[in-house]
């Protein structure tokens, strides 16, 4: 008769060892590969976004968008020091509601990787959007709305490769560090040294940056 052999509970436990040990060094490494699945759609979606405002322009005189975005509209005190600009921001459409007509889809509006954030990264004002911007603004994107209050034209930056128009809400949803949840991480350095940002450039182009890149992005003169 053949008896056959069987696993001895050492062997087992051998085994779910060795799979568990696998398991742990492959699902950080799947996890990355979504998030970076996550990133690149994002990226994908801000660049049809900046074709939609080269579309826009064809129809307006080359003009960018006379729009706000979900921090104008929400906080417009950061406009304060510019009364002139801050009175106009009722009347004035969201950004993606003013290319709605250029867009094929609302989802391009939709960053994968969005979950909100509670305090804004560049001006530490509270605009809690959990659970995710999109689904509270229809939105995921921010906007360098001093281009529309200028009323500005394709060709009339000095910098174009070097000027932000169109970019992430939160640096968290890209990067290493979680979002602000209080007003004091505001001034926590190691978060933003964590945080990364989709943005669209004056001249068409877009990539993925760091928290420091955007920062001087923001400071490039229109």
């Not at 034209?153 to 602000?180: R, T």
Request: charge should be negative; proline fraction near 5%; glycine fraction near 4%.
């Amino acid at each position: 008769m053949y008896r056959r052999a069987a696993f001895t509970l050492i062997e087992m436990l051998v085994v779910i060892a060795i799979i568990a040990l696998l398991a742990g060094l492959l699902f950080p490494v799947f996890a990355r590969a979504r998030a970076k699945g996550r990133e690149t759609a994002c990226l994908s979606n801000i660049r049809q976004i900046g074709m939609a405002i080269m579309m826009y322009a064809e129809d307006w005189d080359e003009r960018y968008p006379f729009a706000v975005d979900p921090t104008d509209r929400y906080t417009p005190q950061i406009w304060n020091e510019y009364p002139e600009w801050q009175q106009w921001i009722p009347y004035m459409p969201m950004l993606h509601e003013a290319l709605q007509p250029y867009c094929r889809s609302m989802e391009l509006w939709h960053c994968p990787s969005d979950i909100g954030y509670v305090y804004q990264d560049f001006n530490c004002e509270l605009l809690d959007t959990t659970p995710s911007s999109y689904q509270k603004f229809g939105t995921s994107y921010v906007f360098r709305t001093e281009i529309a209050f200028r009323q500005m034209i394709l060709s009339s930056f000095q910098y174009p490769a070097e000027v932000n128009v169109i970019m992430d809400s939160s640096g968290a949803w890209h990067g290493s560090e979680g979002i602000m949840r209080t007003r004091s991480e505001c001034f926590n350095w190691n978060l933003y040294r964590g945080y990364r940002y989709n943005v669209l450039f004056g001249d068409g182009h877009a990539k993925n940056i760091t928290y420091f890149d955007l920062d001087r992005a923001w400071s490039v003169p229109l």
